[in-house]
């Protein structure tokens, strides 16, 4: 882990945007229309929307409520000129146009998405069933070379970050290792249906099990490399940042921790004076989710909620606990655990100096009139 402190950091994303800014990876794709900075031009559009988790009710999220982070401009996609480009630390760069990945052998699944930004009780998180094509056979094709270490996924996004305006374009890594092990895809369907723009039309990533960053939507480039990647959405951002004895602590954000939310507690009448039921999801990084435990008086007595069947490792189950209750105030907290033993922490930890991979337990108050 690097050690640094905030003026550093705050330098260093200036600095790393500047670069971004006058290198390579602003080049323009060859199916982007140019914008004025030098970018591919797109459209102002809805960037950040979560989804209403207290409406929780299906398994899977309908497309129109699936949660939205984007940082950058839609792109504007000419899909007859589109060219996915794989190389860098390859044998055998190549490249494929949209009609060629369409005529791929496909597979189906679904995945739970979380942005690593989502609060506690937050709504940016949802799941949702993704068709494509086999992402790690595509990279296999190109015939990595020995030492490959890294892939860079970039996004044919760009525009003025939030905190830096400067122009930069979308591109995160992913370590080898983990690509191999996961059933990645590049991404063409989307419940059943063609990629929306907002989605990551014509292809996005799928890395089941990692968070929503590393899903880069837009896609127009994968670039093995041997060396650690350093661009902007790498290194400065999307880093956790711990207090340590040693001073500030740099911490990779990858893969999705175990987590549980509550999405309402409601009243049963049909079941008798006080009945109630408590019922959200749960979801972890690639290991299933063995048990929820929840508790109506803030954490003293858990009970085991009853849990929907578990489609995979990657997806979330929904559950719920049916409990009655006396007049009075309670406090309902929820706790997953998932089959590695992992489980949510009660509180949060101090000493995370940033606002990702937000996992604690969540609480909700409500009252049972008299």
């Known amino acids: 882990m690097r050690v640094f402190n905030r003026r550093s950091f705050l330098i260093g994303a200036s600095r790393a945007a500047v670069l971004a800014a006058g290198s390579g990876v602003l080049r323009s794709a060859a199916w982007a229309l140019p914008g004025k900075l030098g970018v ?47 190389g860098g630390w390859v044998e055998r760069p190549y490249s494929l146009s949209l009609g060629e990945l369409e005529r791929m052998s496909r597979s189906s699944y679904p995945a739970t998405f979380e942005c690593s930004g989502s609060a506690v009780g937050g709504g940016m998180v949802s799941t949702a069933e993704w068709g494509g094509v086999d992402l790690w ?10 030492g490959a270490l890294e892939v860079v996924m970039e996004g044919a996004d760009a525009g003025l970050d939030e905190l830096v305006p400067v122009p930069v374009q979308f591109a995160r890594s992913t370590p080898v290792s983990t690509l191999r092990s996961l059933p990645s895809l590049l991404v063409l369907a989307m419940n059943g249906e063609a990629l929306r723009p907002e989605h990551g039309y014509p292809v996005r990533a799928l890395l089941p099990g990692l968070y929503g ?21 790498q290194t400065q951002r999307y880093v956790g940042l711990r207090q340590t004895t040693d ?15 509550i999405a ?15 019922n959200g999801a749960a979801w972890s990084g690639g290991k299933p989710i063995v048990q929820v435990e929840v508790s109506i008086d803030g954490g003293k007595q858990w009970r085991k909620a009853v849990l929907s069947h578990v489609k995979n490792e990657y997806s979330w189950v929904l559950w719920y606990l049916d409990f009655t209750a006396v007049p009075g105030t309670y406090e309902v907290v929820a706790r997953a655990t998932d089959a590695s033993g992992q489980a949510q922490p009660l509180e949060r930890d101090p000493s995370i100096l940033t606002g990702y991979v ?13």
């Open 137 to 146: 056979k595509l990279l296999e094709r190109a015939k990595p070379k020995p």
């Open 264 to 278: 309402r507690v409601s009243p049963r009448p049909e079941t008798g004076k006080g009945a109630y039921r408590v």
């Open 247 to 261: 001073g500030v602590q740099m911490e990779e954000i990858l893969r999705q921790r175990v987590k549980s939310q």
């Open 40 to 86: 591919p031009q797109g459209r102002s559009a809805e960037k950040i929307r979560g989804f209403p988790f207290e409406d929780l009710d299906s398994f899977l999220t309908p497309t129109n409520q699936f949660f939205l982070r984007s940082h950058l401009e839609i792109p504007t996609i000419r899909p007859d000129d589109y060219r996915l480009q794989i």
């Open 213 to 233: 960053v590393q899903n880069v939507k837009w896609l127009s480039r994968l670039t093995v490399v041997n060396r650690p990647y350093q661009g902007f959405y």
């Open 358 to 370: 937000n996992n604690w337990c969540e609480r909700k108050s409500f009252t049972v009139p008299a």
